[in-house]
C-alpha cells in the first residue's frame, strides 16, 4: 500500500491529497472537519486508480463498479476519473452500465496490455437507456457471461458454455 501512495505521488505530482482506500472512505474519518459541520462529501479534480481486480479467481469487479457509482457525485462538474486497468477488463462497459458520464475515452498502452480509461461530464441520461431496454441487457448479459467464463473449470455444475454477445 506503501509502494501505491508513492507511485501515484510521483505519477500525478500536483495531487493535495492522496487517499488509499478500498473503495470510498468513510467521510467521518477521512475528513472529520467536514462531517462534523454537516458538510457535502468533498469534491475533487480527479480521481486517479489503478482498481483491484484480482483478488483471486476468478476476477472481481466489485471494488470499480462501486468506485464508478460513486466517482460522479464525488467530482467537480468538470470533474474526470481516471483508471487503468488490463486491457481485458471492460471498464468500458462498466462505464456504460454504471456510470453518468458525458464522455469516456480510451488509450491502449504501447504494449497492448494496458488500457488508461478517462471519462468525465454529466451524462444528460443513463448511457444506456434504450426505450426498451435493450442495450442494457445486452450489455448486463455480455458482463454475465465475462465474469462466468473466469470461473474455475466445474465452479457451478450444470452451466453450460455461453456465446459472448459483444455490445
Not at 486497468?85 to 475515452?105: D, N
Amino acid at each position: 500500500d506503501a509502494l501505491a501512495l508513492a507511485a501515484a505521488a510521483e505519477n500525478v505530482p500536483q495531487a493535495r491529497r492522496l487517499l488509499l482506500c478500498s473503495g470510498w472512505p468513510d467521510e467521518a474519518a477521512a475528513f472529520p472537519r467536514r462531517a462534523a459541520a454537516g458538510r457535502r462529501p468533498a469534491r475533487y479534480d480527479w480521481i486517479v486508480s489503478n482498481p483491484p481486480v484480482h483478488r483471486g479467481q476468478p476476477d472481481c469487479f466489485d471494488v470499480l463498479v462501486q468506485l464508478i457509482r460513486g466517482a460522479r457525485r464525488r467530482l467537480r462538474p468538470r470533474g474526470v476519473l481516471w483508471l487503468v486497468a488490463q486491457e481485458q477488463v471492460p471498464v468500458g462497459r462498466l462505464l456504460a452500465l454504471h456510470g453518468s458520464f458525458e464522455w469516456v475515452k480510451a488509450d491502449v498502452s504501447e504494449d497492448g496490455r494496458f488500457v488508461t480509461w478517462s471519462a468525465g461530464g454529466r451524462a444528460a441520461g443513463p448511457r444506456l437507456a434504450a426505450p426498451d431496454g435493450r442495450l442494457r441487457k445486452r450489455a448486463e448479459e455480455w458482463l454475465a457471461a465475462e465474469q462466468a467464463e473466469a470461473e474455475p473449470e466445474g465452479a457451478r455444475a450444470g452451466d453450460q458454455p455461453r456465446k459472448r454477445q459483444r455490445v
